[in-house]
């Protein structure tokens, strides 16, 4: 059983950062895909950002320019770098690991934005 566990989240003000991570308790070398979902009350979950076994990413539109995912390999971590944080950015943030079929959800970690 793959355990990932997040951290990093937090209250910020609109226009401020935060910097999430995402720790694989597996070899980061073995994910087929790795990234981050958000979702916001009432909303359904959606994807963030995420890179593939062969390192390409995908960004949500209403985040590219501003958030960044990254890797840490020799940390079996993922990160996601925010920046210019808008309100409309709070949810809670979950970390998601597929190996092979396999798919693994992290507890969650709140983001708020204030305006």
């Known amino acids: 059983q793959v355990q990932l566990v997040e951290s990093g989240g937090g209250l910020v003000q609109a226009g401020g950062s935060l910097r999430l991570s995402c720790a694989t308790s597996?070899?980061?070398?073995?994910?087929?895909?790795m990234g981050w979902y958000r979702q916001a009350p009432g909303k359904q979950r959606e994807l963030v950002a995420a890179?593939?076994?062969?390192?390409?990413?995908n960004y949500a539109d209403s985040v590219k320019g501003r958030f960044t995912i990254s890797r840490d390999n020799t940390k079996n971590t993922v990160y996601l770098q925010m920046n210019s944080l808008k309100p409309e950015d709070t949810a809670i943030y979950y970390c998601?690991?597929?190996?092979?079929?396999?798919?693994?959800w992290g507890q969650g970690t709140q983001v708020t934005v204030s305006s």
């Open positions: 998601n690991a597929r190996y092979y079929i396999h798919i693994y």
């Open positions: 597996a070899s980061i070398f073995s994910v087929s895909a």
């Open positions: 890179f593939t076994s062969g390192d390409i990413t």
